[in-house]
């Protein structure tokens, strides 16, 4: 190709690159000093003279992450067609239409696309007006702590090193912004009141979006990932609310970050053991422990028994705080045993004829696959 060139001053370019390296060199100065002293420097955590974050390429991080969750990214259009949403590309809507081209006759009556009224009107035909409150009371706790999920993945976003390790977040900002519009779309129709956030729920996720750094990652990641995890275990094979079963895959990679951020990053004996970080963690999981009474009576509508599912929950989060480097006050069995005793003593003033129970060697996910892939995340073994 060929360009009609331009002249150019090389005295008035020399000037001109002169200016800027000395205001670089001063402007970087200034910024290593305020960061020396504490004081704000360079708020980007980003390198551009080798052109990536902060931390290296993290590679690994990325291709765990961001191209993993690229390859399994769903849609709420295919999975859930009646909810209404738009989300799936040109190519995705003939797959699915050549897909249901091969189906029998029986194959196509199974899985039917349903629009909302139908799904509507299959809901009313598979549970009773309480039990479909008691499922949209038991979800609301998760969908709120989605909306916090979104807003805290979002601040993590600028605090991670590595260009893997930002990608993978910014998959997870993505996801957690799908699973609140769609978890509130379904749950909007099973037709009954959503509640607001309980006491627990606003002192745990409001704690969380308060941590600071990567501290945020034992709150959200471990914490509140882990018990959407297990709500979404417990519940994805009921009538209607299959979809779970695609919010379980999502929130198992999100728990696995710390996992693996923390291979290529890893927190320094200091930042595991620091007394006041061990005790704030701590402090963030007791509001945790206040949603099994306060969740008891629509999880027993559901059949489930909520000490049960609680003991479950503790097991798997508190294998994956420890397996992470996120410490607590306690050992991991001292914790166990306390709360089989606190579980235990209060079903015992609440019960009739209550005998003890092992609520933390419990597995609430009945799903042989969604275990499997549990005990992945929470334990490190397959």
Known sequence: MQFDKLPA??????????????????????????????????????DDSSYEFVGGAGELLRTRHYDK????????????PWLGFKDASKEERQLLGMAE????????????????PEFRAMLDREYTVREKQAI???????????????????????????????TALTMQVLEEAKHFVVLRSLMRAFDVPIPRQSAWEYLLLEGVLKMDGLEKLF?????????????????????????????????????????????????SEWEKRNPAKRLQRLK???????????LEPDLAELGIDAYE?????????????????????????????????????????????????????FDSTKNEILRSVERTVFFGAA
């Open 284 to 294: 963030l999981v007791l509001p945790a422990l206040g949603l099994m009474p306060h």
């Open 309 to 361: 599912f609680g003991g479950s929950v503790v097991n798997k989060i508190s294998a994956l705080a420890y397996r992470n480097g996120f410490y607590l006050p306690m050992p991991r069995w001292a914790l166990l045993l306390a709360l089989d005793a606190v579980f235990n003593g209060w079903c015992a003033v609440t019960r009739d004829e209550h005998s003890w129970k092992d609520f933390t060697g």
């Open 219 to 267: 709150g959200m990641n471990v914490l509140v990932e882990g018990i959407a995890l297990s709500f979404f275990g417990l519940l994805a094979d009921a009538p209607g609310l299959e979809i779970l079963q695609m919010f379980h895959l999502d929130e198992a990679r999100h728990a696995a970050l710390p996992s693996n951020y923390f291979t290529e990053f890893p927190m």
């Open 136 to 166: 949209v009371n038991v979800l609301t706790a998760i969908g709120h702590g989605e909306a916090y999920a979104w807003l805290v993945s979002a601040e993590l976003l600028g605090q991670v090193k590595s260009t893997g390790a930002r």
């Open 9 to 46: 001053n090389p005295r008035a370019i020399a000037v001109s690159r002169r200016a800027e390296g000395i205001a670089n060199r001063l402007v970087r100065r200034l910024d290593r000093t305020k960061d020396r002293f504490g004081l704000r420097g360079r708020k980007g955590l980003y």
């Open 69 to 80: 969750s690229l390859r399994l990214l769903w849609k709420a259009e295919t999975h859930a």
């Open 101 to 116: 081209k091969a189906m029998t006759a029986d194959e196509k009556a199974a899985v039917e696309r349903m629009g909302l």
